[in-house]
Structures are given as structure tokens and as C-alpha cells.
């Protein structure tokens, strides 16, 4: 787990215009577990930094973090319409450290994120949350299939394959959906494009709505050269 640096934090706003904060003068060191407050005058909103690796995915360190753990699987189970499914996705996405966002992006993809999917292709059938495959998955019973833990499980283990295989997310992408041979063969055919183009487009629009309502700002610290994300824990909304 990559540490996190808590700071007390001054937001300075530019030109009177308050979408564009602008992070100024940390002044006080980082610490362990816990957060000083800080009221600021404009968004009369508690106001949080955290460091966090630029290979690091910044909102699984949020969710790893205690002070924004809560907000996350909020965030998330207002997505999904479920805390459960919510909860399912985060925490494989943590085992197998896949970016939250691509998680939930794919689960969307796939299934909805409904865990009694199903889809019958010509010689095979994909079932649950993440659309596992019948041919891929062949040891699965069918209770095993409509577990979304064990659903959930399998997927984010096989992205994990692929992200490492296929070296990008287009790449893991087109291999999670369309089977790594045939990938490496002939390519993706147009229909996996068109997958992968929705993904990404649902992708964006769910990362979007995220830092809309919690972060405030970002930039690189010149302490210890990580990102540094500007956040608030108020109403969540700016």
C-alpha cells in the first residue's frame, strides 16, 4: 500500500473565480491517519490534501484511506444503485490492483452492473456481473457464475492478465472481451471497438462526475514529488 500524506491546506482563488482554486502555502508537515481542518471562506467546506504516487490510482488510495473511505463506496453505490455490488467491485479492484475507475467502467460494460446477466453467443454463454465466459471458465458451476463475489473475483483477475499482457487498457480491453488469441492474431473486430469505445466514454463521464464532487484541485509536490489531490469531505457538490 502506497503511504498517504495528510496535509492542512490553503486554497487561494484567483480573480474572484471559485470553479478554479488554486493550491497555496501547505503549511503544516503531513501526518499519520489523521487530518487538521480547515474552513475555507469561499466553499465553507473542510478542505484535505493527499499525496499519493503518480503510478498509484488515486481514488483506490482514497478508498484504502480511512478519512474518504466512506465517500468512496458512497460514490460508487450510488453508481451501481447497490452498497453490496459497490463494495464487491472495490475491494477486487483493490486485491488485484485495478484502477477503480476501469473496474466500474468494465462492470458497466458488461453487465450493467446487474449480477444476473446473461448473454448467449453462438457457442458459449457469459454470465454475472462481469459477463464471465462459459469456454474461458469452464471449471465454474452455475451457482459460481451468479455469485458476484466469485464473479467479481474472476474478472478483476483476468483484467489483471490482460492489463499485464496487453500492456494498455485499449489492448486489455479488446482481450477481455474478444479473448487474447484472437487479439494477437487478427486484431479486434469492429464490435469490440465499439465496446471499448463506450467503456472508455462511460469511463470519463463516471471519473468526471467523481472529482466534481470531491476534488478541488491538483498539482505536483515539490516535497516528495507525488500528486498532490485537493479534496473536501462537505456536501460534495461545488
Known amino acids: 500500500m502506497v503511504p498517504i500524506g495528510l496535509t492542512f491546506v490553503q486554497i487561494a482563488v484567483r480573480d474572484g473565480v471559485f470553479d478554479t482554486p488554486v493550491v497555496e502555502n501547505v503549511e503544516v508537515a503531513a501526518v499519520s491517519g489523521a487530518a487538521d481542518t480547515f474552513l475555507d471562506p469561499f466553499f465553507r467546506e473542510d478542505l484535505y490534501t493527499v499525496d499519493v504516487d503518480p503510478e498509484e490510482d488515486y481514488v483506490l488510495a482514497l478508498y484504502r484511506n480511512p478519512l474518504f473511505h466512506q465517500q468512496v463506496r458512497d460514490f460508487f453505490a450510488l453508481e451501481t444503485g447497490s452498497l453490496v455490488i459497490a463494495d464487491i ?3 477486487a479492484a483493490a486485491k488485484h490492483q485495478i484502477p477503480v475507475m476501469l473496474a466500474f467502467s468494465l462492470a458497466w460494460g458488461e453487465s450493467r452492473f446487474n449480477p444476473e446477466a446473461v448473454n448467449r453467443n453462438a457457442y458459449s454463454i457469459d454470465r454475472g456481473l462481469f459477463q464471465l465466459n ?16 466469485l464473479n467479481a473475483e474472476y474478472g478483476m483477475k483476468y483484467l489483471r492478465y490482460c492489463l499485464d499482457v496487453g500492456d494498455n ?5 479488446a482481450m477481455y472481451n474478444a479473448g487474447r488469441s484472437r487479439v494477437t492474431d487478427r486484431g479486434a473486430p469492429k464490435m469490440t471497438l465499439d465496446y471499448i469505445s463506450k467503456i472508455f466514454d462511460y469511463h470519463d463521464e463516471l471519473e468526471e462526475r467523481f472529482e466534481d464532487l ?22 460534495g457538490s461545488k
Open 89 to 91: 467491485i472495490l475491494e
Open 134 to 149: 462459459s469456454r474461458s471458465f469452464p471449471d465454474l458451476s452455475e451457482h459460481q457464475f451468479f455469485d458476484p463475489e
Open 169 to 173: 487498457r485499449l489492448v486489455a480491453l
Open 214 to 235: 470531491h476534488l478541488r484541485g491538483k498539482s505536483i509536490s515539490k516535497d516528495n514529488g507525488k500528486v498532490r489531490y485537493v479534496l473536501d469531505r462537505g456536501s
